[in-house]
């Protein structure tokens, strides 16, 4: 079956069923990212990390040896997986688009993230991030220029992510085994 029908059909069924955390979450944590990019003077994020994806998205998958991309904008969330990925990128993820690929050629990744981040003039980056490949990034910047290319992204993003939200405390508390305080008793 063609990836991209698969999708679609897929989406409409079980679109983001599988979310770790409530779509209010998600929406606050990329609310939180947008404002400090806005801020920075970034117009997008190109994420790598497979732990920035998920966090972002909820996306997330036992593979991570391939090339795994996600794009944040003011305006979009864009989701690039290889296309044996798609049905966990549909019910694991909310997105505003999936971009899947075959991994038969380097030119299904790098031409839809091109088209993608062509928007952009200033473009963060988390060099340090897990998955970041040398060869897509230099074939983007060959394309769109490395000037458009920041190194920032990564630091923006785990300076948000280090502050925990009462959802996430009560994931941590959860996992631990801990009981959720108690509520203060009502004031008479």
């Known amino acids: ?10 989406a409409g069924a079980l679109g983001g069923s599988e979310l770790p955390f409530p779509p209010a979450e998600f929406a606050a944590r990329l609310a939180r990212v ?19 994806i998920f966090y972002l998205t909820g996306y997330h998958t036992f593979e ?9 904008s003011a305006e979009r969330l864009v989701l690039q997986v290889p296309s044996i990925e798609t ?8 997105v ?13 990744v790098v031409a839809p993230l091109a088209e ?14 897990a998955g970041l490949r040398f060869g897509v990034i230099r074939e983007l ?7 458009r290319f920041r190194d920032d992204g990564g630091a923006l993003l785990d300076a948000i992510r280090i502050v925990k939200t009462p959802a996430e405390l009560d994931c941590l508390r959860e ?14």
């Open 1 to 10: 079956m063609d990836h991209h029908a698969y999708r679609h059909a897929l």
């Open 34 to 52: 947008r404002t400090a990019m806005h801020s920075a003077g970034l117009d997008a994020l190109l994420l790598t990390d497979p732990a920035d």
């Open 64 to 72: 991570v040896s391939v090339h795994t991309a996600l794009v944040v």
């Open 87 to 94: 049905g966990p990128a549909v019910v694991t993820a909310a």
């Open 96 to 108: 505003d688009e999936i971009l899947g690929y075959r991994w038969e050629g380097i030119e299904e």
């Open 116 to 129: 993608t981040l062509a928007v952009h003039r200033a473009i963060g980056l988390d060099l340090y991030g």
């Open 141 to 147: 910047q060959a394309r769109l220029g490395a000037e």
């Open 175 to 188: 996992m631990r085994g801990s009981p959720r305080p108690a509520s203060p008793p009502p004031r008479r």
